[in-house]
């Protein structure tokens, strides 16, 4: 699953628009829609998206000894 898709479930669960969202980040609803087309988000913008909508964005890579980076 892509970073838009999962960014589309959260705003569903998170009962929020994605102008609402776009207003919380402090942007446009039209620039962040283009985000949204190219799918291209830093870390820093997936936390940012997380806290506008009360969650948390957890991203690691986990290896079978339990061990995550």
Known sequence: ?????KIKMAEVYAKITETE???RI???PQAFNQ???TG???SDDLDK???AMGAE???CF???DGTEV
Do not use: D, E
């Open 1 to 5: 699953m892509n970073i838009p898709t």
């Open 21 to 23: 969202l776009a207003k």
């Open 26 to 28: 402090g942007t446009s």
């Open 35 to 37: 985000r949204m087309k």
């Open 40 to 42: 291209k988000f830093s």
């Open 49 to 51: 998206i997380a806290s």
């Open 57 to 59: 964005f957890v991203c």
């Open 62 to 64: 986990r290896f079978p």
